[in-house]
């Protein structure tokens, strides 16, 4: 093999010129000939028995290229690589085959590492809400444990909306019966919205062993079309009131709940833990904004190819994850009426961020000489080995050291970024604050939107880590 021509292109693209000599290719053009001879006819001799010269003077010495050029070109082109030292990032593009004086020619173009630049990356300022729990929040989930806890009992009275009913129903339209308009025993809490508009509102106020016509209108888009937007009626026969009582939140309600003795101890629990996940969530969400930040100041052309490529490990990783719930991607995009390309767009936005943070961080990993132990590896592949339920040594062959160098090195930049940076008060509280007269402080309700945005950030950090891990990091 012979490089016979680098040249850089535009977006971190570079063609390659490509020849292989004309022994090597003669080679793979008898071992074409020792493939394919068996189905080639030549009169004269016998099927699979025609020598090489007969068929090629008799069908030209291009009979056999094809296949020869298919069997040269991939080491070919992995040798060229190494020769002009270039670190490809996406698919190759082959083109120009030809034959020339016995040598075989190709180009191939092919997607580099990008050189990239960074304007800043320390001290920069990022949004970061700062987070409390009100009393209001730990007595709602002491309330939802009260409601988990609760006990259903018969009561006699006329019911009420959230009690929950025993009755016979039995449905008309236009004075006959319909398919699924009849049951018995049938429970329902009221206020569920489990029926039809203007069902359930008409039932409170009855007591067990009432019996009532209730009136209704299918509503116009009603799933079963017979039945859309017509009046019904239902005779209905109540059984049973029963209602939800909730234990006393004292003490004994703490112990029965919780490892707690006292109700105290119980909410001081609750919030520190509300404290934590919200803290997580400003922290995600700080990050998200601090790398958005960072990459506004990424400088360079970075191919296509690398969007692409990130594109296809997501799309591969939600089909994997897809499969493990039982459901094949072909199948999830027919239930939710969408083609493979709309659905790989769906991720375009999610997958050049990814790569943009990637760069980025490299960037400073190199700008700041970071390097990882060989301690500090082998700590990541016992954790990755605990967190997967696998052996160590099945991890190695799984994920390359290289690319787990990589990924460490990566985390050891974004945290040298964090530390650097100026967490500053998200504007809206700062605003909200100075229209009241008072110092700003974070308000709630701009860390709750954070927050969402955290979540979303943690998810498509997870996907990613997951799909390299998966897939062996290129």
């Given amino acids: 093999m012979k490089l016979t021509g680098v040249e850089k292109q535009e977006k971190s693209m570079v063609m390659l010129s490509v020849t292989v000599d004309k022994e090597t290719f003669d080679k793979a053009c008898e071992k074409a000939y020792h493939q394919n001879v068996k189905r080639i006819n030549v009169p004269g001799f016998r099927k699979g028995k025609a020598p090489r010269k007969m068929i090629e003077k008799m069908y030209g010495p291009e009979i056999f290229y094809e296949d020869a050029m298919n069997a040269c070109y991939p080491e070919a082109y992995e040798a060229a690589v190494a020769e002009a030292g270039i ?63 609760a006990r259903i009992v018969t009561v006699d009275r006329p019911a009420q909306n959230g009690d ?42 009855k007591k067990a062993g009432d019996e009532c016509d209730v009136e209704v209108t299918f509503p116009e888009d009603y799933h079963a079309k017979e039945l859309a937007g017509k009046p019904a009626v239902f005779k209905c026969k109540l059984h049973e009131v029963k209602e939800s009582q909730k234990p006393e939140l004292d003490d004994e309600f703490a112990k029965d709940v919780s490892e707690f003795d006292t109700l105290a101890e119980l909410k001081a629990d609750i919030k520190a833990k509300i404290l934590e ?66 659905f790989r767009n769906m991720f375009r936005e999610q997958a050049e961020r990814q790569v943009r943070v990637r760069l980025a961080l490299e960037t400073v990993a190199k700008m700041e000489n970071l390097d990882v132990s060989a301690e500090e590896l082998d700590a990541e592949y ?29 985390q050891k930049a974004l945290e040298l970024v964090k530390n650097e940076a100026k967490p500053v008060a998200p504007k809206a509280a700062e605003e909200s604050a100075s229209d009241a007269g008072e110092a700003p402080k974070a308000e709630k309700k701009p860390a709750k939107r954070s927050a969402k945005k955290a979540e979303s950030g943690e998810e498509e950090k997870e996907a990613k880590k997951t799909t390299k891990k998966s897939s062996k990091t290129e």
């Fill in 87 to 149: 670190d490809p990032v996406g698919y190759p593009h082959f083109s120009d085959f030809d034959v020339q004086d016995g040598e075989f020619v190709f180009k191939v173009q092919v997607a580099v590492y990008p050189e990239v630049t960074l304007k800043d990356y320390k001290g920069i300022e990022a949004e970061k809400a700062e987070v409390s729990v009100r009393d209001e929040e730990v007595d709602t989930e002491v309330d939802h444990l009260a409601d988990r806890n």
């Fill in 164 to 205: 929950t009913i025993q009755f016979d129903f039995d449905g008309y339209v236009d004075g006959k019966p319909f398919d699924g308009g009849k049951a018995e025993n049938y429970s329902l809490k009221l206020g569920s919205g489990m029926f039809i508009p203007g069902f359930e509102e008409q039932l409170v106020g």
């Fill in 277 to 342: 996940s919200k803290q997580r969530q400003a922290d995600a969400a700080f990050e998200e904004n601090l790398l958005t930040k960072v990459i506004e100041g990424l400088e360079g052309e970075i191919p296509g190819d690398m969007f692409e490529r990130q594109l296809d490990r997501i799309v591969e990783d939600f089909g994997y994850r897809m499969q493990m719930q039982g459901i094949g991607l072909d199948a999830y995009l027919k239930m939710n009426n969408m083609d493979p390309g709309m």
């Fill in 382 to 410: 016992n954790r990755l080995a605990e967190q997967y339920k696998m052996e160590a040594s099945r991890v190695r062959e799984l994920i390359a050291e290289k690319d787990l160098k990589a990924d460490l090195l990566t």
